[in-house]
Antibody, heavy 114, light 107 residues
Framework: EVQLVESGGGLVQPGRSLKLSCAASGFTFSNYYMAWVRQAPKKGLEWVATISTSGSRTYYPDSVKGRFTISRDNAKSSLYLQMNSLKSEDTATYYC???????WGQGVMVTVSS | DIQMTQSPSSMSVSLGDTVTITCRASQDVGIYVNWFQQKPGKSPRRMIYRATNLADGVPSRFSGSRSGSDYSLTISSLESEDVADYHCLQYDEYPNTFGAGTKLELK
């Protein structure tokens, strides 16, 4: 069974940093692109970042480019999202996702507020 | 970035209705459109992939279609378990982009 388990969320002040983690199991992690998707409260879904199988290629929308960094550790079957210079508009539930078959984690809440 | 214009934003429905939700892509995305269902407090679930293909375990009352740059999700004979939010996604080009979502509500 595929499992994606996010961790690392919480309350953080504007301008500060936070790092999310996603532990993957039930599939060969190194064979798949991975992604982060977020959803602000009562809003739609927003694609945040994608990383290639080796980690050599990453993709971001303009809303987070230069502030967020996606990375992975294939030996640990883990995905990460380093979020810097956080803004109130980054407040959302962040989902780890495996595109393709499209599996999702349960999500982790990030609240950016003073 | 490619825009996915989803309509309607909300819809009041009755059990047994046939419901159609549409996303219009701002540029060609080919067949690379998924549809997701999301219930309150839950992660999204993929319903349709590559515009017209039913995902595993999805009831046959769900279907996807394409006409040019318009992509549609149709639910035939709506059941209570289908009342949810629905989102389209284009994954032809990075950054992948979602539509704004459609909320189905019972009359």
């Amino acid at each position: 069974e595929v499992q994606l388990v996010e961790s690392g969320g919480g309350l953080v002040q504007p301008g500060r940093s936070l790092k999310l983690s996603c532990a993957a199991s039930g599939f060969t992690f190194s064979n798949y692109y991975m992604a982060w998707v977020r959803q602000a409260p009562k809003k739609g879904l927003e694609w945040v970042a994608t990383i290639s199988t080796s980690g050599s290629r990453t993709y971001y929308p303009d809303s987070v480019k230069g502030r967020f960094t996606i990375s992975r550790d294939n030996a640990k079957s883990s995905l990460y999202l380093q979020m810097n210079s956080l803004k109130s508009e980054d407040t959302a539930t962040y989902y780890c996702a495996r595109p393709g078959p499209f599996d999702w984690g349960q999500g982790v809440m990030v609240t950016v507020s003073s | 970035d490619i825009q996915m214009t989803q309509s309607p934003s909300s819809m009041s429905v009755s059990l047994g209705d046939t419901v159609t939700i549409t996303c219009r892509a701002s540029q060609d995305v080919g067949i690379y459109v998924n549809w997701f269902q999301q219930k309150p407090g839950k992660s999204p679930r993929r319903m349709i992939y590559r515009a017209t293909n039913l995902a595993d375990g999805v009831p046959s009352r769900f279907s996807g279609s394409r006409s040019g740059s318009d992509y549609s999700l149709t639910i035939s004979s709506l059941e209570s378990e289908d009342v949810a939010d629905y989102h389209c996604l284009q994954y032809d080009e990075y950054p992948n982009t979602f539509g704004a979502g459609t909320k189905l509500e019972l009359k």
